[in-house]
Nanobody
Framework: QVQLVESGGGLVQAGGSLRLSCAFS????????MGWFRQAPGKEREFVAA????????YYADSVKGRFTISRDNGKNTVYLQMNSLKPEDTAVYYC????????????????WGQGTQVTVSS
């Protein structure tokens, strides 16, 4: 059974940093792409970043490029989202997701989702 468990959300002031973690279990990750998405109140869920587990290629939404970094730890089966220079508009519930695909630029097709973690950025 595939499980994704996020952690690391919280309240931070604008300009601050947070690191989200997502622990994956139940499958071998070598053929998977892991992604982070977010959903703000009253808005559609949007793509944030993705990483191909094999090789570590990454892909970012324009809104976070240069501020957020996605990475993975093979030994811990964990993907991270380092968020720097946070803005109030980054406030959202952040979700980790996984799909069995090497195509990281396709933001659709994610089969497995975590429960989400709240990130709140105060001005």
């Amino acid at each position: 059974q595939v499980q994704l468990v996020e952690s690391g959300g919280g309240l931070v002031q604008a300009g601050g940093s947070l690191r989200l973690s997502c622990a994956f279990s139940g499958r071998t990750l070598s053929s998977y792409t892991m992604g982070w998405f977010r959903q703000a109140p009253g808005k559609e869920r949007e793509f944030v970043a993705a990483i191909r587990w094999s090789g570590g290629s990454t892909y970012y939404a324009d809104s976070v490029k240069g501020r957020f970094t996605i990475s993975r730890d093979n030994g811990k089966n964990t993907v991270y989202l380092q968020m720097n220079s946070l803005k109030p508009e980054d406030t959202a519930v952040y979700y980790c997701a996984a799909k069995q695909s090497f195509v990281i630029v396709n933001t659709a097709g994610y089969d497995y989702w975590g429960q989400g973690t709240q990130v709140t950025v105060s001005s």
